[in-house]
């Protein structure tokens, strides 16, 4: 399991324009490409240097492919960068705060302690 | 040496920049109140006439990142841009450009390292809406330099609650040590209680109004040993997931001084999240 992973392809998407359209519209495409050409890319480095080991889980790409924000706050998935993520996608179908509102309450099952989110 | 004109402790609320300068239907029923209080707060920051700003805060993942994550980091540059496309999306913040102080950003690092904190620093650094949101509400102008300081209180494993009071003490020793004539303003912004991408968000109010209330009194008080017998990172999970953020008050407690009692204390209970402001004076209350 690499929440590590996780946060990376959250906090990558979240930061360019292109790719927050890109993934809401094609999850399962847009998870495919980036865990094969950047899920191994050094973020503030050298270009052209890359690392040699990062993957996802099947859970944690199902859970990408999925757009399924209940399973990847269980992953232990940084829950600001997925909120602001999914915010940034789907926040536009919904009025004022229905959006906010709904993903807390797709949460309402669970209890302290939450998933431990440290990576 | 310098003066710490005044200490200031704040939440950072994102949603405040839209509210206040929304109109007609737009405007949230809240917003006039909100305005009415950030004023006054606005206020306490004029009256002690600063020079420089050093302002606490923290990256919310955009420049700083879990390859390479400080735990407390000092921007020694003569400009910082402020503000990324994210937050202008979510929240409608203005880009931003403020100045800097190379002169007490070097002096805090150099001394900083030999009091025992081995801060780390970054010479082009883009500050957030954790720095940004207090210019808006205290010095909207943006017409002072400031030094900015940035915690870690966002991506585990974190320093611990009392770490981050030794560095507010630490931090109002070195301002007091610079050699300059310079009135400085230390200001700060944290969290009360407050989930973010959990199930206790967005409610009515914040997640945990007893926490928020005890919080509140132990700023106002200077309640610096209350508050350090009772808050550890395990027990900051219990008012909601965000609330780690609170260490930045803790900090500003230790700017401040155990025992001081702030010479302006407001609060203002929205929904999601509880807003609380402070101001210390440490060598009076200016006429």
Redesign the interface.
Known sequence: MSKYLLNKFLYTIDRDPELVERYREDAAGTVSWWEQELANEILNCHTGERSTWLSFTDEERRALREHDHVALFGLGAHPFLTLTLFIAMFERDHGPLEYQKAYGRALQHLSLPYPDIAT | MATVAAVIASTHHPFYYRASTATGADRPPFADEWVAKIEAFRETLTKARPDILVMVGSD???QL????MPQFLVGKAPYFDAN???EE??FGLPRMRLAGDEQLAGHILRNGLDAGFDLAFSNELRIDHSITCPIITLRPDADLPIVPIYTNI????LPRPGRFVELGRTIRQLVESWPSDKRVAIIGTGHLSL?????????AHGPDPEFDRKAVEWIARGDVDGCLSEVTLDSL??PG??THGFMDFMLMMGVAGAGAKADHVDSLDLFHTMEAYFTWYPNGVPA
């Open positions: 919310h993942f955009h990142w879990l390859d390479n990324w496309y994210n999306r979510e966002f991506a585990p494993p989930e973010l991408g959990g199930p206790r968000q967005f409610g999970h219990e997931n965000a």
